[in-house]
């Protein structure tokens, strides 16, 4: 089945410890997107990439790093210079106008 | 700059009840694209509609409709005979252009009793 996988769905972490959460799609997106969700609040955009080496920063980039070296995958680093990276984090792709997003991550700082 | 309220931040109905939700908007542009998505408590996004702001006819798709007013910046979403597994969060999200510059509300919890 075609479609967005997003790894670990829960993951907990000590502060100073930088994390990765990991993206695949199978879809043959080229663009994809990460957002933070905190409870009570929209979708913010963390970066995106629309093509593969190449990304962008969205609204909230700051403490957290990404890479495009695949066209399926899109990992995103919550690096400790993120003050308060507890919140749901969504990954998605796009074709066009529409985006598919993934299941998520929870990330819990302990 | 664009901007998207859903000032419902917490609906309950009764099983069978219709429930209208509410999303209002601003952009200058002239061209923009409007979204509403649900989010079940899984928490995957799910896409339900897209419309263009060229394109003011309503939409009907079994129990849901959506009701796009340019002249009130409005594009609400009304379930008809609401059941149970539409208790979600619902987004509307607006985008002015291509891919990367989607404006998301807050979003509406919709809870629907048995």
């Known amino acids: 089945d075609g479609g967005i996988t997003q790894s670990p769905k829960y993951l907990f972490r000590k502060e100073g410890q930088n994390v990765t959460l990991s993206c695949e799609q199978n879809?043959?997106?080229?663009?994809m997107y990460w957002y933070r969700q905190d409870p009570g609040q929209g979708l913010r955009l963390i970066y995106y990439?629309?093509?593969?080496?190449?990304?962008q920063k969205g609204d909230i980039a700051e403490g957290y790093s990404v890479s495009r070296e695949k066209k399926e995958s899109f990992p995103l680093t919550v690096t400790s210079a993120q003050k308060n990276p507890t919140a749901f984090y969504l990954c998605?792709?796009?074709?066009?106008?529409?985006?598919?997003f993934g299941p998520g991550t929870r990330l819990t700082v302990l | 700059a664009q901007k998207v309220t859903q000032a419902q931040t917490e609906i309950s109905v009764v099983e069978k009840e219709d429930v209208t939700l509410d999303c209002v908007y601003e952009?200058?542009?002239?061209?923009?694209?409007l979204f509403w998505y649900k989010q079940p408590p899984s928490g995957e996004l799910v896409f339900l509609i897209r419309r263009n702001s060229f394109d003011e006819q309503n939409e009907i798709s079994g129990r849901y409709s959506w009701n796009f007013q340019k002249s009130t910046s409005s594009f609400n979403f009304t379930i008809t005979a609401s059941q149970v597994v539409d208790s979600a969060v619902y987004f509307c999200?607006?985008?002015?252009?291509?891919?990367?510059?989607?404006?998301f509300g807050a979003g509406t919890r919709l809870t629907v009793k048995p």
């Open positions: 879809l043959n997106h080229d663009a």
């Open positions: 990439s629309q093509i593969v080496n190449d990304f």
């Open positions: 952009t200058r542009d002239t061209t923009y694209y």
């Open positions: 998605a792709s796009s074709e066009g106008l529409v985006k598919f």
């Open positions: 999200a607006l985008s002015e252009e291509v891919d990367n510059d989607m404006r």
